[in-house]
């Protein structure tokens, strides 16, 4: 039976958390709950363990299961954790990684994602702090349920009511469904730029993070999937349940996903591999004569397009298109020239997005001509737009 964490903090709205556990469990979850000191004022722990049959945390140091930390234990466990009502309070801590009583403790050890439902007065639900938080908490996917419109507990009107039960209950749903589009699949993954020697201290490289291959190998791993990723040298941190293989040159890159290729489902080339290396690398530091100097650059492998040739039928290969305009040519021509399933044209002449950014707009074409946008959004929403748009046109392609 899939498992659910029910946050339950200080609004008014907590005595509907009653209804939505009791929901939930109609709908086969296994629920259990953990309330903030604040939502402790408006129902106790003793409703919640006589409705779902399970222990109610509220107090950082419980442990039901004694020498067990209960924290990691419920986080690592829930196939979905949802704070609902979610107050202007916990919001703010979740946006920030304060992790100061039980429930704040869970939902920061648990990797997937978060289903936050707020309620509170409108003039709050309004106001920039809430408005900012909501939008750090969308950027790391949690699912947001909007609450509705109507009069609220303090007798004022506007957006602010906890959202419908079966909303609520839909939106769990939809998690605990997506966490397992990919179970018992296998993803690999090209992040991050690379470095072609120019001497034993310079290097011909380029401005990619690496955030966008680390989004993609943490939506995958959200999605269920067991994930490889092959990286550059790149700034941006890897998720930790990602197996993580360095490399420095787009020949170790090539080397390392044909090694690690067979057993995988899916090849991502979001890589921004050097296209071209020094013919020699001298040994040593260059010295500097104040004479011109001349350099011979040869072509490196097209790596994604070496993996597409190698891969056994039935492998998607997804391919990245850097491209300083929208127009969509030069990817289609890539797409076909690479043999890929489909390739993910981003224009990198736009502020904001592509390289180094935290943000991307992703325009999916397939080998069929079919086009799918992402709409501008975060690294991590477009990995996700990613993965779903792609899984969803696998599955109708088998039935
Ligand atoms: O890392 P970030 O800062 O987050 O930036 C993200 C990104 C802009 C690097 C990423 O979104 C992206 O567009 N990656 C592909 C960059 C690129 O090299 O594009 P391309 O159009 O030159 O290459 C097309 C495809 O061939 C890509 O899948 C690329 O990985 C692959 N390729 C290219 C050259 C080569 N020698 N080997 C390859 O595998």
């Given at each position: 039976?899939?498992?659910?964490?029910?946050?339950?903090?200080?609004?008014?709205?907590?005595?509907?958390?009653?209804?939505?556990?009791?929901?939930?469990?109609?709908?086969?979850?296994?629920?259990?709950?953990?309330?903030?000191?604040?939502?402790?004022?408006?129902?106790?722990?003793?409703?919640?363990?006589?409705?779902?049959?399970?222990?109610?945390?509220?107090?950082?140091?419980?442990?039901?299961?004694?020498?067990?930390?209960?924290?990691?234990?419920?986080?690592?466990?829930?196939?979905?954790?949802?704070?609902?009502?979610?107050?202007?309070?916990?919001?703010?801590?979740?946006?920030?990684?304060?992790?100061?009583?039980?429930?704040?403790?869970?939902?920061?050890?648990?990797?997937?994602?978060?289903?936050?439902?707020?309620?509170?007065?409108?003039?709050?639900?309004?106001?920039?702090?809430?408005?900012?938080?909501?939008?750090?908490?969308?950027?790391?996917?949690?699912?947001?349920?909007?609450?509705?419109?109507?009069?609220?507990?303090?007798?004022?009107?506007?957006?602010?009511?906890?959202?419908?039960?079966?909303?609520?209950?839909?939106?769990?749903?939809?998690?605990?469904?997506?966490?397992?589009?990919?179970?018992?699949?296998?993803?690999?993954?090209?992040?991050g730029?690379?470095?072609?020697?120019?001497?034993?201290?310079?290097?011909?490289?380029?401005?990619?993070s690496g955030?966008?291959?680390?989004?993609?190998?943490?939506?995958?791993?959200?999605?269920?999937?067991?994930?490889?990723?092959?990286?550059?040298p790149q700034r941006e941190p890897?998720?930790?349940?990602?197996?993580?293989?360095?490399?420095?040159?787009?020949?170790?890159?090539?080397?390392?996903?044909?090694?690690?290729?067979?057993?995988?489902?899916?090849?991502?080339?979001?890589?921004?591999?050097?296209?071209?290396?020094?013919?020699?690398?001298?040994?040593?530091?260059?010295?500097?004569?104040?004479?011109?100097?001349?350099?011979?650059?040869?072509?490196?492998?097209?790596?994604?397009?070496?993996?597409?040739?190698?891969?056994?039928?039935?492998?998607?290969?997804?391919?990245?298109?850097?491209?300083?305009?929208?127009?969509?040519?030069?990817?289609?021509?890539?797409?076909?020239?690479?043999?890929?399933?489909?390739?993910?044209?981003?224009?990198?002449?736009?502020?904001?997005?592509?390289?180094d950014?935290?943000?991307?707009?992703?325009?999916?074409?397939?080998?069929?001509?079919?086009?799918?946008?992402?709409?501008?959004?975060?690294?991590?929403?477009?990995?996700?737009?990613?993965?779903?748009?792609?899984?969803?046109?696998?599955?109708?392609?088998?039935?």
């Open positions: 039976m899939p498992t659910v964490v029910l946050g339950i903090s200080g609004s008014v709205a907590a005595y509907r958390a009653a209804d939505l556990a009791r929901e939930l469990m109609r709908h086969g979850f296994t629920v259990r709950a953990c309330l903030t000191d604040a939502a402790a004022k408006f129902v106790t722990p003793a409703l919640f363990e006589a409705l779902t049959g399970q222990p109610c945390l509220q107090d950082t140091f419980e442990e039901p299961d004694r020498g067990r930390m209960a924290h990691i234990d419920w986080a690592r466990q829930a196939d979905a954790v949802v704070v609902a009502p979610a107050t202007a309070n916990v919001l703010a801590k979740l946006a920030h990684g304060i992790a100061d009583d039980m429930l704040t403790t869970i939902a920061l050890a648990h990797t997937g994602r978060l289903i936050l439902a707020p309620a509170m007065n409108p003039a709050m639900f309004a106001s920039d702090p809430v408005r900012s938080a909501l939008d750090v908490l969308r950027s790391r996917a949690a699912v947001i349920v909007e609450p509705d419109e109507g009069e609220v507990a303090c007798g004022e009107q506007g957006q602010g009511k906890l959202a419908s039960i079966p909303q609520i209950v839909r939106a769990i749903e939809g998690v605990a469904r997506a966490g397992r589009l990919l179970e018992g699949q296998r993803v690999l993954i090209t992040s730029p690379t470095q072609e020697p120019f001497d034993q201290v310079r290097f011909l490289t380029n401005r990619s955030k966008m291959g680390s989004a993609l190998a943490r939506a995958a791993l959200l999605l269920g999937a067991e994930v490889t990723v092959i990286h550059g890897l998720p930790m349940e990602a197996h993580r293989i360095p490399v420095q040159t787009a020949r170790e890159m090539e080397e390392a996903a044909f090694a690690a290729l067979p057993g995988h489902q899916w090849v991502v080339g979001a890589a921004a591999v050097a296209d071209y290396r020094f013919a020699q690398v001298e040994s040593g530091k260059h010295r500097r004569t104040g004479e011109p100097i001349s350099v011979t650059l040869v072509p490196n492998p097209d790596v994604v397009a070496g993996l597409a040739h190698a891969a056994e039928p039935g492998v998607r290969l997804i391919g990245f298109a850097a491209e300083p305009s929208s127009e969509l040519d030069v990817a289609r021509r890539k797409l076909a020239a690479k043999g890929l399933w489909a390739i993910a044209a981003n224009d990198v002449s736009v502020p904001g997005i592509g390289f950014a935290d943000a991307n707009a992703l325009t999916l074409v397939f080998a069929d001509g079919t086009v799918a946008e992402s709409g501008r959004r975060s690294k991590l929403e477009c990995a996700l737009f990613l993965w779903e748009t792609c899984i969803a046109r696998q599955l109708n392609s088998q039935s």
